[in-house]
T-cell receptor, first 118, second 112 residues
Framework: GAVVSQHPSWVICKSGTSVKIECRSL??????MFWYRQFPKQSLMLMAT?????????EQGVEKDKFLINHASLTLSTLTVTSAHPEDSSFYIC??????????????FGPGTRLTVL | AQSVTQPDIHITVSEGASLELRCNYS??????LFWYVQSPGQGLQLLLK??????LVQGIKGFEAEFKRSQSSFNLRKPSVHWSDAAEYFC??????????FGTGTKLQVIP
């Protein structure tokens, strides 16, 4: 089956620093990748939709200057949390949708990245 | 706007008992419906999906779900629960080329 990896799986950083999270589709090309945030015991909240070669589309309320998304290739998208603060601590999950499947295509989810900001 | 409601936050069942997790959606046309499972600290795994056709959908791990348009529901069922099924389950809906919207999840606890 299609596999999506995330790196790192967990990260602890100091307040004010920036953290980059990578999302890779390992065995398929993903024209669209999604970034979600999940607070403890809550559902996934879509942060942004990333299409290869174009700017990401952010959901309402998500600061695009704080959460920088780059989708440089068909297999890699990155999320950079800039000037992180404790309230940014969360579980970040990416997903990837295969090329040519459109909205009906299954989203394959990465294992998530636990970010803790001290 | 599309939305998903999972009315049960937490469900406890005995191992070997049957299971039904409820999901109600709101969408103006025929939606695409999904059920995902998430183990603690893990990403999501797709159990099954409905796009069109037969309203009873079979998924992995012995799960099935039935799409009922009249009730705007897509309940997940399993005839006999195993201890390894303990996890959190998310129902999700997508319409056309819109984003996928997740429900708030139902945490399943399985007791011996």
């Amino acid at each position: 089956g299609a596999v999506v990896s995330q790196h790192p799986s967990w990260v602890i950083c100091k307040s004010g620093t920036s953290v980059k999270i990578e999302c890779r589709s390992l065995d398929f090309q993903a024209t669209t990748m999604f970034w979600y945030r999940q607070f403890p015991k809550q559902s996934l909240m879509l942060m942004a939709t990333s299409n290869e070669g174009s700017k990401a589309t952010y959901e309402q309320g998500v600061e695009k200057d704080k959460f920088l998304i780059n989708h440089a290739s068909l297999t890699l998208s990155t999320l950079t949390v800039t000037s992180a603060h404790p309230e940014d601590s969360s579980f970040y999950i990416c997903s990837a949708r295969a090329f040519q499947q459109g909205a009906k295509g299954e989203q394959f989810f990465g294992p998530g990245t636990r970010l803790t900001v001290l | 706007a599309q939305s998903v409601t999972q009315p049960d936050i937490h469900i406890t069942v005995s191992e070997g008992a049957s299971l039904e997790l409820r999901c109600n959606y709101s969408y103006g046309a025929t939606p695409y419906l999904f059920w995902y499972v998430q183990s603690p600290g893990q990403g999501l795994q797709l159990l099954l999906k409905y796009f069109s056709g037969d309203t009873l959908v079979q998924g992995i791990k012995g799960f099935e779900a039935e799409f009922k348009r009249s009730q705007s529901s897509f309940n997940l069922r399993k005839p006999s629960v195993h201890w390894s099924d303990a996890a959190e389950y998310f129902c999700a809906v997508a319409g056309g080329y819109q984003k996928v919207t997740f429900g708030t999840g139902t945490k399943l606890q399985v007791i011996p």
